[in-house]
């Protein structure tokens, strides 16, 4: 979803620093991005060196994804030819899924404002899962979910976690230009890139 249905990460990333060094953190950018990979679980307890089960994990991490969610929200707007796709897709009975490390509401805030949520088959958000990605857990469950074998699928990334997950459950990955370059998304195992979706047609087989 971030990165991949709206161009939101540098909201994300923005409001991560300014949320963490509310805290006493100083991060730079680039260390805070190493450490910026699977669910929201995850990321607090790792930048703030929590145990994950620790109570106070996911009151930081509700309070930063407000600050978030207040921040972004009148600027909530999809990729260049996203709707346009999904309608493609629906005309051909094809079957979509949304697989994020987000959670409901943050969900619930792009896909609402989009009205998006009738075209997917499967919901699943980082809430929803005890590892994030890279770990495949998320796209096996989509794919138990779609009842759907890997290679008859494809998964749209921007990230490179995202990337390796896909991969990690065997479904080939187109790679969005929003967060990384072509070429750093083709070195992570995308077969092929697009910048938005106009550039991307779901009927051709790559």
């Not at 930048?47 to 994990?57: C, H, I, N």
């Not at 994030?132 to 857990?137: N, R, T």
Request: contains cysteine; aromatic residues 8%; proline residues 4%.
């Amino acid at each position: 979803m971030d990165g991949t249905i709206v161009d939101n990460m540098k909201v994300h990333i923005d409001t991560w620093l300014i949320f963490i060094k509310q805290h006493g953190i100083n991060l730079d950018r680039a260390s805070f991005l190493e450490r910026m990979h699977g669910n929201l679980r995850e990321i607090i307890s790792r930048v703030f060196e929590l145990d994950p089960d620790d109570p106070q994990v996911m009151e930081l991490g509700q309070a930063k994804e407000q600050f978030y969610r207040d921040t972004y929200r009148p600027n909530v707007k999809e990729i260049t030819g996203f709707t346009d796709t999904l309608n493609k897709l629906n005309a051909r009975h094809l079957k979509c899924a949304l697989a994020t490390m987000g959670d409901a509401p943050n969900i619930d805030l792009v896909v609402d404002e989009l009205q998006i949520r009738s075209y997917f088959h499967a919901i699943i958000g980082g809430h929803e899962v005890k590892k994030g990605k890279p770990d495949p857990e998320i796209f096996n469950r989509v794919l138990q979910k779609l009842d759907l074998r890997p290679k008859d699928c494809l998964v749209i990334e921007d990230s490179i976690s995202g990337v390796q997950s896909a991969k990690n459950a065997r479904i080939p990955v187109i790679g969005i230009t929003t967060t990384h370059n072509s070429d750093t998304l083709l070195k992570a195992g995308c077969f092929h890139t697009i910048d938005d979706y106009l550039t991307f047609d779901p009927l051709i087989v790559y």
